[in-house]
């Protein structure tokens, strides 16, 4: 039943690697050929869509490619690339992504969704089925609900500020004058679900043996966290941060709906930026060498977190 | 070590607080501690639903002064919601099976044969999973124009599919990984062939991995905004992740109360589907190896 064409295969499949050191057996190549030919659609999607555009991303990078009214586009080299960097929106769109993600992912989603997960471990169980799924609901809602749910809490005539006067603490327009911690805000309360399920289970294969006896000896709560937990979940922290920081890296749609970039850029963060200079300013070679940088960027992290799992594959 | 388990009479003990009141005093916190997050966290949610409740609604949570069901009369329409649904339906149930069809066929060989090119491969795909979308899809949307694929369902369908593809397949052969691969050598004796294993026998016995592969898609793709905001043009072929925005653009005074409406109408499918495959997903949070510490 192995019989089949060796030509089926279709160029996309992986063929050369079939084996200069297997041997001649030419059986061997052809059983190895038709073993692979499932994965052959997949991979074909994978290279005319994924890897395609990747590759195209890299050549437009040096164009200066436009949108309209230019019949042919010309090699530019580094230009897009030194422009960007004495580009102060460059600048500052860099500034407001490293705030948006320091704020929103290392600090925000990991710390509170460790404090939740820790907090579970202990609450009674009607209490943390409920939290649980008030915090999950955030997580599975699209990106565009979530951005509006979170533009009408902090808008001026929102909830945040109903409750602020109702406090009598000053209030204020939160998406114009402090739009990056607004959108900020949202990333945590849309992101943190994802923090809390990774920590729950992490916490969860902890032995009930280490934390008890560390309590029998009169450990504290932060002294336990710090000493023991903590050094006991840290792969779990490692791949948790760099799988939140590549998530907030590409946040579009929650910062488009809730402020679209502004008030003048100060939400734009670097898709946003990357999207305007394509559309707005029709510079598609521009844009495409900054949505190249946010792919290094995220390769960069992909790479890290790869290494943080090598055992696992 | 089991020293250790027996409780010593310290300071603690001698202020006369048993183990179990302490146990008690620290639920009672921990408690405490998750119904303030949890009321923070439901203030935009309380909203959406109040105010799709609300004659009068405004962007503040407030008791309706009367219920109604006006908002959704108002937006159950087809021009604003029945065909963006729709076109959200086509676009991700057809790239959902575009990525499940693919993702099982490609787990197959990578779980049940030795290659010195498995890991390789699922290197990539692993590298591959945690790439950062958005930022190619300036370069996909010039790429698509130059194709001509710009503004078509196949095209949007075809990406959606392969930028879905890396995390479906990893999953997917991770569940794959848990058929014991006895049972499928019985049949090989029997003279089955791969793919008649692969069909009778793996897939049946990883139902529950095959579904939680499917609505993961599926309800990753149903909330995605940028994709379709890029590669789509045309009004008529918008999903509901983009035509949401009209409300504000579009419709001048925004009614809030129909906003609120629609997101309660788009946003329930994919709720209810996390809720079917939270049980596979929520024991151990499994989402395969790819979370895992």
Known sequence: MTATAPGHAGPEVRKAPASPASGPRSGTVRRSLFRALPVSPAVVLLLLFLAGPIVYCVVIAFTDLQLTGQAQESFVGFDNFTRAFKDEAFLNAVWLTLVFTVLSSLIGQNTLGLALASLMQRASKPVRTLTGGIVVTAWVLPEVVAGFLLYAFFRREGTLNAILDWLHLPSQNWLFTLPILAVSFANVWRGTAFSMLVYSAALNEIPKEVTEAAEVDGASGWRRMWHITLPMIRRSIGTNLMLNTLQTLSVFGLIWVMTRGGPSGKSQTLPLFM?????????????TAVALLLLLIGSLFSVVYLRLLRTEV | MTDLLTPRPTSRTARRTTPASRRNRRRTAADAGLLVAAAAFVLPLAWVVLSALDPHASLRVKVPDGVTLDNFDAILTPEITFTPLLNSLVLCGGATLLTVVCAVLAAYPLSRFRSRLNRPFLLTILFATSL????????????????????????????????????????????????????????????????????????????????????????????NFFVPFMLLLSPDQMPASVSINDFFGNRGMVAYGQLAAFSIVYSTPVVLLYVLISRRLGGGFALGGAVKG
């Open chain 1, 275 to 287: 999207y305007e200079q394509a559309f707005q300013n029709s510079l598609i070679g521009y844009g």
């Open chain 2, 132 to 223: 950062p979308i958005t930022a190619i899809m300036v370069p996909v949307y010039a790429l698509f124009v130059r194709v001509n694929m710009i503004d078509t369902m196949q095209g949007t369908i075809f990406f959606f599919a392969a930028s879905q593809l890396p995390f479906a397949i990893w999953l997917m052969k991770n569940f794959m990984d848990g058929v014991p691969k006895e049972l499928e050598e019985a049949a090989w004796t029997d003279g089955a062939s791969s793919f008649q294993s692969l069909l009778r026998i793996v897939l049946p016995l990883m139902g529950p991995g095959v579904a939680v592969v499917t609505v993961f898609s599926f309800v990753m793709m149903w909330g």
